[in-house]
């Protein structure tokens, strides 16, 4: 090694303080240990209430779902122009969801394009499964890949908000799986992880 001097590298990258002159070279990179999630966990910001909220029949019937122990919603898509409370109306469902304890995970994605979409499930398959975070493709197919219910283990109950769809088409192949979930609340550790 040559020309040896001071560098500085960020968590997760090489720092060469010189040139290397080797015919052979591999490089392991390892990576830190990861500190384990706690549970429930949120991925991604709920946007604040709205001063000027007000309650509607639609917030009672999408909390409804929460509030009754029984089967939760799948799927609920609530469409309108803009300015109308959409945004508002999903996250008041998904603070009342959280703050129950109905979902072991809540994931909010402000959804305005499919680049954003991914970057959000990504986000979430590296806190919660440790995905290498180079990859959000990968990364987001190992989140959508553990959303899918497994048989012989107990769901884990997920709240995924999409806000703000611009192109439905934006969401092909990224849509959550359909899960018969029940709005139970779980302990911490029975959610199945990838560690």
Known sequence: MSHTGAATASEGSLANTGHLEIDNFTLVQQ??????????HQVGVLPPRALSFQHRAEADQLR???????????TQVLTGTGGIGKTQLAADYARTAWDSGGVDVLLWISASSRSAITAGYARAGVELLAADPRDPEQAARVFLAWLEPKAGQEPCQWLVVL?????????????????????????????????
Do not use: N, Q
């Open 31 to 40: 990576a830190a240990p990861r500190t384990p999630v706690t549970w429930p």
């Open 64 to 74: 409804a779902a929460v509030d009754s122990g029984g089967t939760a919603v799948l």
């Open 163 to 195: 806000d703000d769809v611009v192109d439905p088409a934006d969401m092909r192949g990224l849509w959550p799986p359909a899960s018969a979930v029940t709005a139970k609340v779980h302990r911490p550790g029975e959610c199945a992880s990838f560690d």
